[in-house]
């Protein structure tokens, strides 16, 4: 007996955030349907444009399939017809679009399979109300996103935020939350916690000597993302080193170099199993952003052993509320510091048992059940 297929779409490569989603989806429905991925690649995600001589597999898990554009602007021309090609060609019962800026294509799908979006936040609709970049974006490649048949969610907090800006058109579809899984195979704590001095020996081979701890945090260089809390912080505790992992932005240089932030380090990015590690050693994950559809971080540090203090708004309100502190105003660099604090002291700042309930929630498994769930109601 033939499986039921469906069909991801993604535009993004398998490192990023939305690539991995991607690939979870996929695994998430192994062997209950059989699932294909369209990836829409352009150089900017994918390199020099030189597709594959044959659909390649990942483990099986799903069938692999891929056209090219020079960009997605590019791509809301060119993309089209390929996609109805495919369509036709493997006959999906569903097709699950991985954002909403690619529901340009939902009409070249609509009435040709089921069409379920993803939506992860309103950020750039919202965020850039007088960038003419994002007008545009949201008025051509965002705002057809309202003809999908079903949706899904990474948050209540997104849901909620998502009926209010699309409206009934969107609210009134059928919908779900099935949240964001964490790779508890890479993300997990090792056999031992590290010593104060494995710690330190550990910081000394990435250069970060003769401080008394480590705080991380993890982001883009975006506004929402309220990284001046976190050098804010590190002004106030000049002996603990703050590690950040993203791009280090000139508005980001001028901050440290104004403040003569000597505690701070910059890493561009890390290869998978060294954000573990930094994960692991690092005594507090600090994640003072304003807004969050989701917000993987601070679980993923959690799930490596290491506490996580998170501002009190948005998904990391809804994730880490009763799990571990969380800082309301999220601009108070000094209730932050006072965690930290805390934390060096060796107090144990999160609640257990409520920790283990989140990473279930946000286990493999837990998703997978709750994706299978969702596509049986469609």
């Known amino acids: 007996m033939s499986l039921a297929k469906v069909l991801f779409i993604c535009d993004k490569n398998e490192c990023t955030s939305f690539g991995r989603l991607t690939l979870n989806l996929a695994k998430a429905v192994s062997g209950s349907f059989e699932a294909h991925v369209l990836w829409l690649k352009t150089p900017k995600f994918f390199g020099a444009a030189t597709p594959s001589k044959t659909a390649s597999s990942d483990n099986s898990t799903y069938v692999s399939h891929e056209v090219w554009a020079k960009s997605l602007y590019t791509g809301y021309l060119s993309f089209r017809a390929p996609l109805k090609k495919l369509v036709k060609k493997i ?74 800006h699309f409206g009934v058109e969107m ?92 505690n701070v380090y910059h890493f561009s990015e890390f290869k998978a199993h060294e954000l573990r590690d930094f994960y692991r050693h690092a005594d507090l994950m600090v994640y003072p952003s304003l807004l969050e559809g989701f917000g993987l971080p601070p679980i993923e540090a959690i799930a490596c052993g290491t506490p996580a203090v998170g501002a009190a708004t948005s998904a990391v309100k809804e994730n880490l509320e009763g799990v571990g502190p969380l800082i309301d105003p999220p601009t108070d660099a000094e209730a932050y510091a006072r965690v930290l604090d805390r934390v060096l002291a060796g107090e144990n700042v999160l609640d257990n048992e409520k920790a283990a309930a989140l990473l279930d929630r946000c286990s493999m498994k837990s998703f997978s059940q709750r994706v299978l769930t969702f596509f049986s109601t469609l």
């Open 171 to 262: 609210s009134s579809k059928p919908g779900t939350v099935i949240g964001c899984p964490i790779d508890s195979a890479l993300f997990n704590k090792p056999e031992t916690q590290p010593t104060f001095e494995e710690k330190k020996a550990f910081l000394r081979k990435y250069g970060i000597k003769n401080f008394d701890g480590m705080c991380l945090n993890v982001s883009l260089d975006e506004p929402r993302k309220n990284i001046e809390t976190f050098f804010e912080m590190a002004s106030l505790r000049p002996h603990v080193a703050f590690v950040r992992v993203g791009k280090f932005s000139e508005r980001l240089r001028a901050i440290v170099n104004e403040k003569k932030l000597y």
């Open 91 to 164: 006959q999906p019962e569903i097709v699950f679009f991985i954002r909403p800026e690619l529901g340009f294509l939902v009409p070249v799908v609509k009435g040709r399979a089921k069409t379920v979006m993803f939506v992860h936040d309103t950020f750039a609709e919202t965020l850039y109300p007088n960038s003419m970049k994002f007008k545009l974006l949201n008025l051509f490649y965002i705002r057809p996103t309202v003809k999908a048949d079903f949706f899904v969610y990474n948050s209540n907090w997104t849901r909620e935020q998502a009926a209010d």
